[in-house]
């Protein structure tokens, strides 16, 4: 049975959710991401204020997260920055490779992050993409959403892994999910997410054109260029906004809220993810019209 957000009961409705916001802004997304929750709040659609942005990315060291820290700046929230690749530089540390442990480094680097952040109390961190993965002591501090552009069960890593692996797979839908997170990537209690086709209608001739060349040499032709690619990625990302305003709503209004590291409704019994494609589509749609 998929569970239904509710109304919170008399009383039970929090004002105000103070959020902290992630991001390293490896993309322009980040800055969507964040300019859609800006303008929910502005518009009175979202009871909440983002009370600080923190990137670890130093300013100078990307073009694309130079841009979003301008956004930040502009938008008059605090940002705090820290690099990891300074950090870890300095440390003498290795780099973070997928499926081995995290490096030491990467420990007290989380220390700093929290010492740093520790004048800028919020009620819920959004990790909308940051590329790091927390250790146990910055998870337990803080309740992290993070944004993962696969449905539950899905495909993880980056979102150029996820479609990838979609391709490969034939696959007929993908995904967007919010869940709490961990230290193990990709894998915290799941909190809200929607799902979507990727076949039908128009997108079944670029699967044709992939198929019949053979989804691997047109990946080695084209890369992320390749025109079924980049729509999944364009549908995944439209997405991405309404699902994010949507969960923060739901956390601000009391129908959501964190409870030792799970995910529970406004009575307060534990779930496993409220699917929200409905609304999703909807707001597309609306959009779109």
């Known amino acids: ?103 030491e480094w990467r420990r ?59 391709i490969a797979q034939g696959a007929d839908r993908a995904g967007v999910m919010i869940h709490l997170a961990t230290p193990e990537l990709d894998e915290g209690p799941v909190v809200t997410y929607c799902t979507y086709p990727i076949r039908g209608g128009e997108i079944d001739d670029l699967w044709r054109d992939a198929e019949s060349r053979g989804v691997e040499a047109a990946r080695a032709e084209d890369g992320e260029e390749l025109p079924l690619f980049r729509e999944i990625r364009r549908r995944g990302v439209q997405r991405e906004v309404p699902l994010v305003i949507e969960t923060l709503r739901a956390f601000a209004d009391g129908r959501v809220r964190v409870r030792e590291k799970q995910a529970v409704d406004a009575s307060g019994t534990v779930i496993e993810g409220f699917d929200l494609s409905e609304e999703i589509e909807r707001i597309v749609a609306g959009e779109s019209g």
């Open 108 to 166: 007290e680097y989380d220390r700093e992050v929290m010492r740093l952040l520790a004048p800028h109390e919020f009620d819920l961190g959004v990790l909308a993409g940051y590329m790091l993965i927390f250790y146990e002591e910055a998870a337990a501090k803080w309740d992290l959403l993070n944004l993962h552009p696969a449905a539950p069960g899905g495909p993880t890593g980056m979102w150029q892994d996820v479609i990838w692996e979609l």
């Open 1 to 103: 049975m998929t569970p239904v957000l509710s109304s919170p009961p008399p009383g039970g409705r929090a004002k105000g959710l103070r959020v902290g916001w992630f991001a390293t802004a490896r993309g322009q997304t980040s800055g969507k991401l964040l300019a859609g929750a800006l303008a929910a709040i502005e518009e009175g659609r979202l009871d909440a204020e983002v009370v600080v942005v923190f990137c670890n990315r130093d300013p100078g060291e990307d073009a694309n997260t130079d841009a979003f820290q301008e956004q930040v700046r502009a938008a008059g929230i605090p940002l705090v920055t820290l690099s990891s690749r300074q950090f870890r530089r300095a440390a003498g540390g290795k780099v973070a490779r997928k499926g081995e442990p995290l490096p």
